[in-house]
């Protein structure tokens, strides 16, 4: 296909898979990875923005909500730009834009400024809101609509992989032997004090230099590369056309229910290693805790490809994940130590299939709604701003752990949204 043809068409929704499927799968698979790598890197931003910059459990906390509230603000805004100029000048731009996130880091480890850390994260999660906007559908029609959980389970271990990889390699440069230094924080007069901390927090800067860079490669790939625009074919749903988006009560409980997965997503992924701390477990062997719900999202993902349409549906594994979800928070609250970060590494295997079976089930059958739809469920990752939030403002009240509850009703209602909720209103074919 001709380059002006792509930027002038949008994608829409098709009803068969088009050819260079393979090809367009590896490329948007790539930028899964850098999704999973950018975003779960917070979990280690957190701690180690906690010590440079002198913060509370509720202050250091808006690290999350700096980067998923973009997703709120910028999601209907990312969808008016990819109209506008083509899915992969979206993909390039939303690269470049996470690009300039990254270099504000340098001013802000220069100045030990919170404020501007959290300029850097709000950028980033803008570049990701518009890339999210594009490959999230793009992946979901990208074939038949039965099989979308399983193309987004393969997204979710590009993902999921950089996850685990994220606070690896930014744990072993920003969190080395933290302890120590904490220890001997409490030995020294401010002003050695304050040289100290604005020498851990000059090391973020040559490691979101490197990421600057390598957004701007991928940036000038994507600009480069040949990805398919996917065509579109009037279905029945599309053909239409009289009916009114509020009519798809299932996309808006699908909106809800990802907005509370997303929450309990980073409170499992991002929050562990400060509730890991709180309870007294050193920060060098928490900064690891995040890996290991990674890989418990790696392995859960693994037996969704294998799984699922085969032997059981996307609503089947939606209700099974919230089953778990239910049972590993309430495991988390009423044990301690280990045994309670052990349940929350778990919450990983539940939360795995709740996005790959979630998304199709919301956008199925929404026909020239497609792109909308997409975009309102895009500002649902804002719930991984709000719910981590609210959970250390009650921590605050009634300790960390019990603020765990706020997780089970969220359960509950990706349980209720598994058993009837994505099926009201949709239309019987």
Same mark, same amino acid.
């Given at each position: ?7 002038a068409?949008?994608?829409?929704? #098709?009803?068969?898979?088009?050819? !260079?499927?393979?090809k ?5 698979? %790539? ?6 790598f950018?975003? /779960? ?18 202050? *250091? ?10 997703? =709120? ?20 731009? !939303? ?14 480890a ?18 990701? #809101? ?6 999230? $559908? ?24 950089? !996850? *685990?990889? %994220?606070?690896?390699?930014?744990g ?13 924080? *409490?030995t020294?007069? $401010?002003?050695?004090k %304050?040289a &100290?901390?604005?020498? +851990? #927090?000059?090391?973020?800067?040559? $490691? ?10 991928? =940036?000038?790939?994507? &600009?480069?590369?040949?990805l398919?625009?996917?065509? #579109?074919?009037?279905?029945?749903? %599309? ?18 229910? +990802?907005f ?30 995040t890996?290991?719900?990674?890989i ?16 059981i ?5 939606? &209700? ?34 709740v996005?790959?079976?979630?998304w ?9 709604h ?20 609210i /959970?250390a403002?009650? !921590? ?10 706020i ?7 990706? +349980?209720?949204y598994?058993?009837?909720?994505s ?5 019987v074919?």
């Open positions: 296909m001709q380059q002006t043809e792509e930027y068409q949008p994608i829409e929704v #098709a009803a068969k898979p088009q050819s !260079g499927t393979s367009s799968i590896i490329i948007i698979g %790539a930028l899964f990875f850098i999704f999973g950018v975003t /779960w890197v917070n979990s280690t931003l957190i701690p180690y923005l906690q010590i440079a910059c002198e913060l509370n459990t509720s202050q *250091a906390v808006w690290v999350t909500f700096a980067f998923y509230i973009s997703y =709120a603000l910028m999601a209907f805004p990312s969808s008016w730009v990819i109209n506008k100029v083509g899915f992969k000048s979206g993909m390039m731009y !939303g690269l470049l834009v996470m690009a300039i996130g990254a270099l504000i880091f340098i001013p802000a220069h100045q030990r400024t919170f404020g501007l850390f959290l300029t850097g994260l709000f950028v980033i999660g803008i570049g990701l #809101a518009l890339l999210q906007t594009a490959s999230n $559908p793009y992946i979901t029609i990208l074939g038949p609509i039965e099989s979308a959980a399983k193309r987004m389970s393969i997204m979710g271990i590009c993902n999921k992989g950089a !996850g *685990a990889l %994220a606070p690896l390699v930014m072993a440069i920003l969190l080395k032997d933290m302890s120590g230094f904490e220890a001997s924080l *409490a020294l007069n $401010p002003a050695d %304050a &100290r901390l604005n020498e +851990l #927090a000059s090391q973020v800067v040559m $490691p979101y230099i490197v990421l600057a860079v390598i957004l701007v490669l991928l =940036a000038i790939m994507i &600009r480069l590369s040949s398919p625009n996917i065509q #579109a074919e009037e279905d029945a749903d %599309a053909a239409t056309g009289g009916r009114p988006l509020s009519s798809y009560t299932y996309l808006f409980f699908g909106f809800i229910a +990802l509370l997965y997303v929450g309990v997503e980073v409170m499992a992924g991002d929050i562990i290693q400060v509730y890991g701390k709180e309870i007294n477990i050193p920060l060098d062997i928490a900064k690891h805790f890996t290991y719900t990674m418990a999202m790696l392995v859960s993902y693994l037996l969704g490809i294998a799984l699922i349409p085969k032997y549906s996307q609503e089947k594994s939606l &209700r099974i994940a919230a089953i778990l979800g239910i049972i590993f928070s309430m495991g988390a609250i009423f044990t301690s130590g280990y045994t309670s970060i052990t349940f929350i590494v778990l919450l990983g295997f539940a939360n795995a299939p996005w790959p079976a979630l199709p089930l919301a956008i199925d059958g929404l026909g020239k497609i792109k909308t739809g997409s975009a309102l469920l895009i500002v649902g990752i804002a719930g991984g701003a709000i719910l981590p939030k /959970w403002i009650l !921590g605050e009240h009634v300790g960390l752990q019990k603020a765990f509850w997780m089970v009703p969220c359960y509950l209602f990706i +349980l209720y598994a058993v009837s909720g099926k009201i209103g949709k239309k074919r």
